[in-house]
């Protein structure tokens, strides 16, 4: 198994262009997990899905943030217009139905900057 | 509010002695506690876990000590292995919750 898959490895853009992140979970995972990674506050939950439904996205920072699972295989994060202080890496992870005591497997992340 | 905190942002050990990393927790409901491991560039990994109804978990060189009053948990390295460098997350759940709680991390550097 690949594992979960992020495009692009890293992202440079301008503030106020559209950024969009990809991941590919697992295949049979029906949980995935979008995790922002910033020095101050560690990983924090943006937003999760279960069966491609979104469940919780009390973690999304503003309305700037979207983020959509049309099928099992491929999710997108989107930030529109992104702004400096979105500047972080972003984890994407799957896991199995069920509680999170299984763990999750987690992508090698996308660094965003945003000049 | 951070609920699950690590208050030590990096640590430094000689090889072969003993790695300590400590993490705290506000929520009382959380009841099953995780430890991931990361590397430069690399997502986070799965590195040990304990339910609530344990006190001490090991796994080979890790082990993992639970004190539910003080809502305490800490992840014991022995021997420390300069591999074992890396960002050590703890995190915690809740029953029937899909959603982890990530503190902060804690850089651990083994010197050879």
């Known amino acids: 198994d690949a594992g979960v898959i992020q495009s692009p490895r890293h992202e440079v853009t301008e503030m106020g262009q559209e950024v969009t992140l990809r991941c590919k979970p697992i295949?049979?995972?029906?949980?995935l997990f979008w995790y922002r990674q910033t020095m101050m506050r560690g990983l924090e939950l943006l937003i999760y899905?279960?069966?491609?439904?979104?469940?919780?996205d009390s973690g999304m920072p503003e309305d700037r943030f979207s983020a959509k699972m049309p099928n099992a295989s491929f999710s997108t994060l989107k930030i529109q217009p992104s702004e400096p202080r979105d500047s972080a890496v972003y984890f994407c992870?799957?896991?199995?139905?069920?509680?999170?005591?299984?763990?999750?497997?987690f992508g090698s992340g996308t660094r965003l900057t945003v000049v | 509010d951070q609920q699950v905190k690590q208050n030590s942002p990096s640590l430094s050990v000689q090889e072969g002695r003993i790695s300590i990393l400590n993490c705290d927790y506000t929520n009382s409901m959380f009841d099953y506690f995780l430890w991931y491991k990361k590397y430069p560039a690399e997502g986070p990994t799965f590195l040990i876990s304990?339910?609530?109804?344990?006190d001490k978990n090991e796994d080979g060189r890790f082990t993992v000590f639970l004190n539910k009053s003080a809502k305490h948990l800490s992840l014991h390295i022995v021997p420390s292995q300069p591999g074992d460098s890396a960002v050590y997350f703890c995190a915690a759940s809740k029953s029937g919750a899909n959603n982890l709680f990530f503190g902060t991390g804690t850089r651990l550097t083994v010197i050879p």
């Open positions: 304990i339910s609530s109804i344990k």
């Open positions: 899905f279960n069966n491609n439904v979104p469940i919780d």
């Open positions: 295949s049979g995972h029906n949980s």
């Open positions: 992870a799957s896991s199995l139905d069920g509680p999170a005591i299984y763990g999750y497997t």
